[in-house]
């Protein structure tokens, strides 16, 4: 591994010694893994010592990937990133899809978790909003775009995918999955994981070929709609109770600042 500012011994010791919570958010968890064929993924959270919050020091994230940075990751091999409490909330409160994971992941995902973390994932609803349709929007579209104007494979990192089914069947996953995910969202305010079936077999099998183009497309642009409607339709509030949020970090970062521990 090749280090970055963003991995370097001492942002190690802060994600070490502060992390809330930690869990798996690729593939696997979503459970339209491919076998032989996907990195793991994994997202942390942590906590700042006072003088990262209080003083001029500066923590954001640490990030470790098995293989160094310009690298593509492969089976077997892991990418982990440890947000700071302070960033994670300010991305889940804009509803941004991946960061929000940890809150749904089941109990075997879970490779870390403190009394703190566990708190957080009990009060998820203090961050859930109909802000959220939009970001899924955002991300369902970027992937639709990427697999819509890359046909030929040029600037994409899989090209092999292209060769062998005419378009990146990966992109084409991730862009169901995230109508699937944003629209259980609004709906319910929670997002199953696993993901539930038929839907799960339905990606898994477009993923390896098993539908065109055209039907992903198609299915897309039926749950793009359903979005658009549950951005104002949706029994979600109109935005994060920012006032609950705020006093949540603050009674968080002062409680494990007077000696909370992980569990055993």
């Known amino acids: 591994m090749s280090w970055t500012k963003h991995s370097t011994p001492e942002f190690r010791a802060i994600a070490d010694e502060l992390t809330i919570l930690r869990c798996q958010v690729g593939s696997g968890v979503h459970g339209t893994n491919i076998a032989g064929t996907d990195?793991?993924?994994?997202m942390g959270i942590c906590l700042e010592p006072p003088e990262y919050v209080m003083g001029l020091n500066r923590f954001d994230q640490y990030v470790y990937r098995t293989q160094p940075e310009g690298v593509r990751s492969g089976p077997g091999d892991l990418d982990l990133i440890i947000y700071s409490l302070r960033k994670w909330m300010r991305l889940a409160v804009t509803?941004?899809?991946?960061?929000?994971?940890?809150?749904?992941?089941?109990?075997e995902e879970i490779v870390t978790m403190t009394r703190i973390g566990e708190d957080l994932r009990a009060n998820a609803d203090m961050v859930l909003s109909r802000q959220a349709g939009h970001r899924f929007?955002?991300?369902?579209?970027?992937?639709?775009?990427?697999?819509?104007?890359?046909?030929n494979g040029t600037r994409t990192n899989r090209p092999e995918l292209i060769a062998l089914y005419g378009f990146d069947v990966k992109y084409a996953g991730h862009m169901v999955r995230?109508?699937?995910?944003?629209?259980?969202?609004?709906?319910?305010?929670?997002?199953?994981?696993?993901?539930?079936?038929?839907?799960?077999?339905w990606i898994v099998e477009l993923r390896q070929g098993g539908h065109t183009k055209d039907e992903a497309l198609a299915v897309a642009a039926e749950l793009e709609s359903r979005l658009e409607r549950?951005?104002?339709?949706?029994?979600?509030?109109e935005h994060p109770d920012m006032t609950r949020v705020n006093a949540w970090l603050v009674k968080a970062h002062t409680e494990r600042w007077a000696g909370e521990r992980p569990h055993p």
């Open 95 to 107: 509803g941004n899809p991946t960061v929000l994971l940890p809150l749904f992941v089941p109990p």
């Open 230 to 237: 549950l951005i104002t339709t949706s029994p979600l509030p």
């Open 39 to 42: 990195d793991r993924d994994e």
């Open 178 to 201: 995230l109508g699937l995910q944003g629209v259980e969202l609004l709906e319910t305010g929670g997002v199953t994981l696993p993901m539930p079936e038929p839907w799960r077999t």
């Open 137 to 151: 929007l955002g991300y369902l579209r970027a992937q639709r775009d990427h697999m819509v104007e890359r046909p």
